[in-house]
T-cell receptor, first 114, second 108 residues
């Protein structure tokens, strides 16, 4: 079955530590995205990538970094510079770089930083 | 970035009642997409609207795109407990920007 896999489902870290969230897709999609969702809030775009080896900042990129070395993978690093990292992180992909294609989401990673 | 506002933020209905959420933009939208997120889950794509004045139906769900392509609505007829969740609209441009969402609670 094709889909998007995010791991782990729950992640706990101490303040000051960097942490990397995994996102893998086997849908052969060109575009991938990272969103952040806070309780009772909408989705805010962190970074997106329309093609391998290229990515753009979204609306809230500060304190985050990404890489896109392979089409299937788009890991997100939450750095110690991110002031409020505790949140629900959602990875998504779409078939085409233009956003007229629907997004397919992974199950998300709940990150708690104490 | 350019925001997409949704109203209401929250609605609680009795099962069998109708429900409508509205999505408003200050700028013209090229396309609009709708997603549903169940509690604890991830957003799932419902539909995309492209044409001015477009109306699409999926069983009890009716989606409309405004004539000026600045607003959209999702109407659910005779809600069921399975409709519980948060409904998001999303504007498409170089990136997808989600609306603020409407959380629907349905009780028996």
């Amino acid at each position: 079955d094709g889909g998007i896999t995010q791991s782990p489902k729950y992640l706990f870290r101490k303040e000051g530590q960097n942490v990397t969230l995994s996102c893998e897709q086997n849908l052969n999609h060109d575009a991938m995205y990272w969103y952040r969702q806070d309780p009772g809030q909408g989705l805010r775009l962190i970074y997106y990538s329309q093609i391998v080896n290229d990515f753009q900042k979204g609306d809230i990129a500060e304190g985050y970094s990404v890489s896109r070395e392979k089409k299937e993978s788009f890991p997100l690093t939450v750095t110690s510079a991110q002031k409020n990292p505790t949140a629900f992180y959602l990875c998504a992909s779409s078939m085409a770089p233009t956003t007229s294609s629907p997004l397919h989401f992974g199950n998300g990673t709940r990150l708690t930083v104490t | 970035g350019q925001q997409v506002m949704q109203i209401p933020q929250y609605q609680h209905v009795q099962e069998g009642e109708d429900f409508t959420t509205y999505c408003n933009s200050s700028t013209t939208l090229s396309n609009i997409q709708w997603y549903k997120q169940r509690p604890g889950g991830h957003p799932v794509f419902l539909i995309q609207l492209v044409k001015s004045g477009e109306v699409k139906k999926q069983k009890r769900l009716t989606f409309q795109f405004g004539e000026a392509k600045k607003n959209s609505s999702l109407h659910i007829t005779a809600t069921q407990t399975t409709d519980v969740g948060t409904y998001f609209c999303a504007r498409t441009a170089s990136k997808l920007t989600f609306g603020t969402g409407t959380r629907l609670q349905v009780t028996l």
